[in-house]
């Protein structure tokens, strides 16, 4: 499975941006994709997952109320969409999907990553 973000990009306080991955190759062995992100000198962490052919969704309290994960109909490319963006979401954030489910939020449960995009906020 091969995934590819896009969507980078510097905004300001307050801002929104919109992320998107597309996923390829045998994505039928994949039960869940989500995002995590990854601030410099801190550990990778869990922002949001959902069940690639399902409606259930999971969400960092970080992030709640502000960011939404999406998908196509095929499940093959999912969204985050990030509003009222804070200077502390300032990261590279990386797709990730894992095969079977549920959803979990621990890095090493995921088996395929992308190369991961940055985001920048400013104050």
């Known amino acids: 499975v091969q995934l590819v973000e896009s969507g980078r990009g510097l905004v300001q306080a307050g801002g929104s941006l919109r992320l998107s991955c597309a996923a390829s190759g045998r994505t039928f062995s994949t039960g869940v994709m989500g995002w995590f992100r990854q601030a410099p000198e801190k550990e990778r962490e869990f922002v949001a997952a959902?069940?690639?052919?399902?409606?259930?969704?999971y969400y960092a309290d970080s992030v709640k109320g502000r960011f939404t994960i999406s998908r196509d109909n095929a499940g093959n490319t999912i969204y985050l969409q990030m509003n009222s963006l804070k200077p502390e979401d300032t990261a590279v954030y990386y797709c990730a999907a894992r095969a079977g489910l549920p959803i979990v939020t621990t890095v090493g449960q995921y088996q395929y990553w992308g190369q991961g995009t940055q985001v920048t906020v400013s104050s």
């Open positions: 959902l069940i690639r052919t399902g409606s259930s969704t």
